[in-house]
């Protein structure tokens, strides 16, 4: 059955760099079905689509963070990471790795981790 | 990038009730849209892909549908455990933005 599974510190301080991973069991992440993304959610507020991975190391962001996130994988692991850099308290969320199918021209994410809390605080 | 708004922004409806919640795009997006339960406290679960298409396992009272701007997600015959916060997002260009959220709420 497939699973996923965020990790990382759950405090990080003001200027620092946010840095979580998401495991993967089940699946392989080299798969060419599928990308693998980072979605996060400020308390009490909705989603936004941080951004996603293929296995050929192709990477897509949400231009609103791109001069601060990098999402990269480590295939022998089957895993794939998270960095934000210099952080402030508008990054505090609960940050979700997910997987996102792609079927035919749609891209959907079927299955999601349960989620890990980042507070930035100093 | 292109906006997703859902209304309404929260409701309350009886079980056995029909639900709708719609969501319109600032940009055409032919039938690029998926929909997400969040139970509190929970992650996301997929419900809907392709506007239209039920993701395997979810009940069938789940139905979707739309293409252009508007988009609807329909429960029927509310049951308890649809209390939930239900989100569209869009699939069509990156990045994937999602709407605000609709929040139900069972009377």
């Known amino acids: 059955q497939l699973q996923l599974q965020e990790s990382g510190p759950g405090l990080v301080k003001p200027s620092e760099t946010l840095s979580l991973t998401c495991t993967v069991s089940?699946?392989?992440?080299?798969?060419?079905?599928?990308?693998w993304g980072w979605i996060r959610q400020p308390p009490g507020k909705g989603l936004e689509w941080i951004g996603n991975i293929y296995y050929t190391g192709e990477t897509s962001y949400n231009p609103s963070l791109d001069s601060r996130v990098t999402i990269s994988e480590d295939t022998s692991k089957n895993q794939f990471s998270l960095q934000l850099h210099s952080v402030t308290a508008a990054d505090t969320a609960v940050y979700y790795c997910a997987r996102q199918a792609l079927a035919y021209y749609y891209y959907y994410m079927d299955v999601w981790g349960t989620g890990t809390t980042v507070t930035v605080s100093s | 990038d292109i906006q997703m708004t859902q209304s309404p922004s929260s409701l309350s409806a009886s079980v056995g009730d029909r639900v709708t919640i719609t969501c319109r795009s600032n940009q055409t997006i032919n039938n690029y849209v998926n929909w997400y339960q969040q139970k509190p406290g929970k992650a996301p679960k997929l419900l809907l892909y392709?506007?239209?298409s039920l993701q395997s396992g979810v009940p069938s009272r789940f139905s979707g549908s739309g293409s252009g701007t508007d988009f609807s997600l329909t429960i029927n015959s509310l049951q308890p455990e649809d209390l939930a916060t239900y989100y569209c997002q869009h699939s069509y260009t990156t990045p994937y933005t999602f709407g605000q959220g609709t929040k139900l709420e069972i009377k």
């Open positions: 392709a506007a239209s």
């Open positions: 089940g699946a392989s992440i080299t798969s060419s079905s599928y990308y």
